[in-house]
T-cell receptor, first 112, second 114 residues
Framework: QKEVEQNSGPLSVPEGAIASLNCTYS??????FFWYRQYSGKSPELIMS????GDKEDGRFTAQLNKASQYVSLLIRDSQPSDSATYLC????????????FGTGTRLTIIP | DGGITQSPKYLFRKEGQNVTLSCEQN?????MYWYRQDPGQGLRLIYY???????QKGDIAEGYSVSREKKESFPLTVTSAQKNPTAFYLC?????????????FGPGTRLLVL
C-alpha cells in the first residue's frame, strides 16, 4: 500500500464548477498535510496546509481533513483555466518531523 | 528578493561523469532538502539536512552525495554510480521547530544524460 495515494486523474472540470481532489494516507501518526500546485515544467508551490480536523478555507480553495478516515481533500470553487495543473498531496508525520511524503499527483484540466 | 535559487536550469551529464547541482536560499531556513521527480511521479526524497555539517539519507540516496558547509547552501552531486539520473531535481527549504513548518521549493534543475 502506498503511503500517500491520490486519484490519478486526469480530472476534467468545466470552468466555474467545483473541482474536488482527494488524498488518503496510511500513517495514523500523520499530523501535517499540504497541497501543492505544480504547473507543467515548474516547481511545486504551496497552496494550502491543514493540521486540524475540519475545513480550512482560503479564497476559492478549501482543504478538508478527516484524521479518523485518514483522508484529506482539496476543493476548488469557481474553477478557472489557470487552475489547470497537477496537484500534489503531501503528508508529514508529527510536528517537527521534517520528512514530507508526496502522492503521485492529480492532473486537473479546467475546460473553458 | 527572498527565495531559493537552483542552478543550472538544465544540465547534461556524460556517461561516467559526476555533476553538481547548486541550491542556495536566503530565507534563513535551517532545513534543506533534495527531491527527485520523474515524469508522472510524485517527489522522492534524496537527502535532507537540518543543520550545518549534518545531513541524512532520504528514500533514494544511492548514487548521490551532498554537503552542508553553509546554512544557505546545499549542493547535490549526482555521481557516476547513479545509473538512471535523468529527472527533474528540486531543492526545498523550511524552518524548524514545533508548529507549521512548510517546505518551499526552488525552480528546479532538469538533468539529462547524453
Amino acid at each position: 500500500q502506498k503511503e500517500v495515494e491520490q486519484n490519478s486523474g486526469p480530472l476534467s472540470v468545466p470552468e466555474g464548477a467545483i473541482a474536488s481532489l482527494n488524498c488518503t494516507y496510511s500513517d495514523r501518526g500523520s499530523q501535517s498535510f499540504f497541497w501543492y500546485r505544480q504547473y507543467s515544467g515548474k516547481s511545486p508551490e504551496l497552496i494550502m496546509s491543514i493540521y486540524s480536523n475540519g475545513d480550512k478555507e482560503d479564497g476559492r480553495f478549501t482543504a478538508q481533513l478527516n484524521k479518523a478516515s485518514q483522508y484529506v481533500s482539496l476543493l476548488i470553487r469557481d474553477s478557472q483555466p489557470s487552475d489547470s495543473a497537477t496537484y500534489l498531496c503531501a503528508v508529514k508525520v508529527g510536528f517537527g518531523n521534517e520528512k514530507l511524503t508526496f502522492g503521485t499527483g492529480t492532473r486537473l484540466t479546467i475546460i473553458p | 528578493d527572498g527565495g531559493i535559487t537552483q542552478s543550472p536550469k538544465y544540465l547534461f551529464r556524460k556517461e561516467g561523469q559526476n555533476v553538481t547541482l547548486s541550491c542556495e536560499q536566503n530565507l534563513n531556513h535551517d532545513a534543506m532538502y533534495w527531491y527527485r521527480q520523474d515524469p508522472g511521479q510524485g517527489l522522492r526524497l534524496i537527502y535532507y539536512s537540518q543543520i550545518v555539517n549534518d545531513f541524512q539519507k532520504g528514500d533514494i540516496a544511492e548514487g548521490y552525495s551532498v554537503s552542508r558547509e553553509k546554512k544557505e547552501s546545499f549542493p547535490l552531486t549526482v555521481t557516476s554510480a547513479q545509473k538512471n539520473p535523468t529527472a527533474f531535481y528540486l531543492c526545498a527549504s523550511s524552518s524548524l521547530g514545533q508548529g507549521e513548518e512548510t517546505q518551499y521549493f526552488g525552480p528546479g534543475t532538469r538533468l539529462l544524460v547524453l
